[in-house]
C-alpha cells in the first residue's frame, strides 16, 4: 500500500512540474508577431529585392567623383615600387667623402638631386651614407624592377647597380684596406 501512494505522489509532483514552464518560448508558437517582427506580404519583398538589385557597390578606396580603371598589375607595380631593395656589402668600401661603409645589409634608395643620380645606404632608417651615381639605360640583365646589386670592378673597386621604376644607376666605389 505504501508503495501505491508513493508512485501516486510523484506522478502528481512530476505532473505539477509542468506548470512551472508557464511564459516561455513554446507559448508565442503559431504567432505571427514573435519577438516584435511584422509580418511582410509578398508584394514588399519582391519590392525590396528589385530595390537591392539596381545597386552596385562602390569601392570606399577610389574618392568620389573620379573614375579610373587600374588593374592588378599595375597595383603591383606601384606597391614594389615603394619598397626598398636590400644589398649585402661583404666587406668594408671607402666612400668617395672618405668615410668607411662597414660589412652588412643595406636598404638601397635611388634618387635625383639637381639632375644628377644618388643611392642612399640605409641602415634601420639611418643614412650610412649618400653615394653620388651616374645614370644609364642598362638594366644589367635583371629581371626584376627595383634591383640592386654588388659587382667586382677590378682589383681595388666595386660596381653597386640599382634600378627601380624612375631609372637605372651605378656607382664605383673604393675598397677599404
Known amino acids: 500500500m505504501r508503495k501505491i501512494i508513493i508512485i501516486i505522489f510523484a506522478i502528481i509532483i512530476s505532473a505539477g512540474n509542468f506548470v512551472f514552464a508557464d511564459g516561455d518560448l513554446w507559448d508565442n508558437y503559431g504567432d505571427q508577431n514573435i519577438y516584435g517582427q511584422k509580418p511582410v506580404s509578398d508584394k514588399e ?25 587600374q588593374s592588378n598589375e599595375t597595383d603591383s607595380i606601384i606597391n614594389v615600387s615603394k619598397e626598398l631593395p636590400v644589398l649585402l656589402i661583404p666587406l668594408n668600401l671607402k666612400s668617395p667623402d672618405g668615410s668607411i661603409i662597414p660589412t652588412g645589409h643595406y636598404q638601397v634608395e635611388g634618387f635625383k638631386e639637381n639632375g644628377k643620380a644618388y643611392l642612399k645606404l640605409y641602415q634601420a632608417h639611418y643614412v650610412i651614407a649618400k653615394l653620388p651615381a651616374e645614370e644609364t639605360n642598362d638594366d644589367f640583365g635583371e629581371t626584376s624592377i627595383n634591383f640592386v646589386k654588388l659587382i667586382p670592378h677590378g682589383e681595388a673597386h666595386v660596381q653597386i647597380v640599382f634600378g627601380n621604376v624612375d631609372f637605372n644607376a651605378y656607382s664605383v666605389i673604393d675598397i677599404a684596406e
Not at 538589385?53 to 567623383?65: A, E, F, H, Q, Y
Request: proline share 4%; no cysteine.
Open 45 to 69: 519583398f519582391e519590392q525590396a529585392l528589385e530595390s537591392k538589385k539596381g545597386k552596385k557597390k562602390r569601392d570606399k578606396n577610389i574618392p568620389k567623383g573620379e573614375s579610373f580603371q
